[in-house]
């Protein structure tokens, strides 16, 4: 297992991590031959929040609460 870094490290990768594409907008089409290396890059900055106690899912979320939809549940 993987020590958990910093806050403002966290911080920091949480907010690049929006900037990311999403795993499916990846395709060969767009990336070429390097396709499979971004999916790969994507997936490990994915392990290195869930390391961290941060759902990867919820990080647009939390770092742009403005522009992001309220709950209807």
């Given at each position: 297992m993987s020590e958990?870094?910093?806050?403002?490290s966290l911080n920091?990768?949480?907010?690049?991590f929006t900037y990311m594409p999403k795993s499916i907008e990846v395709t060969k089409f767009e990336y070429g031959d390097s396709y499979q290396?971004?999916?790969d890059h994507i997936?490990?900055?994915r392990e290195m929040l869930l390391i961290n106690?941060?759902?990867?899912d919820e990080v647009y979320?939390?770092?742009?609460?403005?522009?992001?939809p309220n709950s209807t549940y």
């Open positions: 958990k870094i910093s806050q403002s920091a990768l949480k907010i690049a290396k971004v999916l997936e490990v900055v106690d941060v759902d990867p979320g939390e770092i742009n609460p403005e522009n992001t």
